[in-house]
């Protein structure tokens, strides 16, 4: 845990680091408003169907977001390492569920996925990237009707579907509470539910209320992208729709987060 991190050996390194990420998300910023404004309004032109669009556009964050995970390795600020690359780029039709220990993770997994659709922030649909989320992603804010619905229409058509079941950035301390989403769209849509676990290092300095000048004390934050083994609604077709939701929800829970929860307990 953060708290239980050594002191800072080299103060120079270090506040260079906080300095690369705050340049970072700097331009991250200027990068997403490019793209909103630039980018895909000039395809858009080119792109009529929407359908077609939105797989193009998905590409084209998935490649922007890379393009920035390789920013901030040049920069020795992150570090982004899985064994599985190849499986995550070749990925469809499933629905995946990862921990969220930090700001980034959404976009470590996008930029390996290149067919990304995610549940965001209906918050964001009053931002300026308004546009950018009613083309390509799911607000959390529609009643679970449409939302279950336009899910399982994102899914036939191939994409894979992002979810962080805890709905919020992993607390330091304290029980980990799973909500049951990914598990109530599974089984309505038949889809498996491949649970991603994101290790690494602390990530000091981008978890829930951490300081924005804090930073990892001693190296680079360090993302470890690893695929679980995926969890088949099939196996809770004999049970009742709440009691299926229930056992799948705490199946995803125990693979996901068991080490994690009994750690931090």
């Not at 340049?23 to 980018?39: E, Q, S």
């Not at 390789?70 to 992150?78: H, K, Q, S």
């Not at 099939?234 to 987060?257: G, H, P, Q, T, W």
Request: proline letters at 5%; a positive charge; aromatic letters at 12%.
């Amino acid at each position: 845990m953060s708290c239980e991190m050594p002191p800072v050996k080299n103060h120079v390194l270090y506040f260079w680091r906080v300095f690369g990420k705050w340049l970072a998300f700097f331009i991250f910023g200027l990068g997403t408003l490019f793209l909103a404004m630039v980018v895909f309004p000039l395809m858009r032109l080119f792109i009529r169907e929407k359908i077609c669009f939105q797989r193009y556009a998905r590409k084209t964050v998935s490649l922007s977001f890379r393009t920035f995970t390789v920013f901030m390795d040049l920069i020795d600020v992150v570090k982004l390492e899985t064994e599985d690359y190849h499986s995550f780029t070749r990925l469809g039709g499933k629905i995946l569920v990862a921990n969220h220990p930090s700001l980034l993770d959404v976009v470590m997994l996008v930029s390996l996925i290149p067919n990304a659709d995610c549940i965001v922030n209906g918050d964001l649909l009053h931002s300026i990237v308004r546009n950018i989320i009613r083309e390509l992603y799911i607000p959390n804010t529609l009643d679970f009707t449409t939302l279950s619905r336009l899910c399982a229409e994102s899914l036939e058509r191939g994409n894979c579907l992002l979810i962080f079941p805890e709905g919020t950035r992993t607390r330091h301390y304290g029980p980990i509470k799973v909500q049951k989403g990914a598990a109530r769209i599974s089984l309505l849509s038949g889809k498996p539910v491949v649970p991603v676990y994101i290790g690494g290092n602390d990530k000091w300095g981008l978890g829930k209320k951490d300081p924005w000048i804090a930073f990892n004390h001693i190296e680079p934050y360090r993302y470890e992208l690893t695929l679980l083994d995926e969890i088949s609604p099939e196996r809770y077709v004999s049970f009742s729709y709440n009691a299926a939701v229930k056992l799948m929800n705490d199946e995803i829970k125990e693979v996901l987060f068991g080490p994690l929860d009994r750690e931090i307990l």
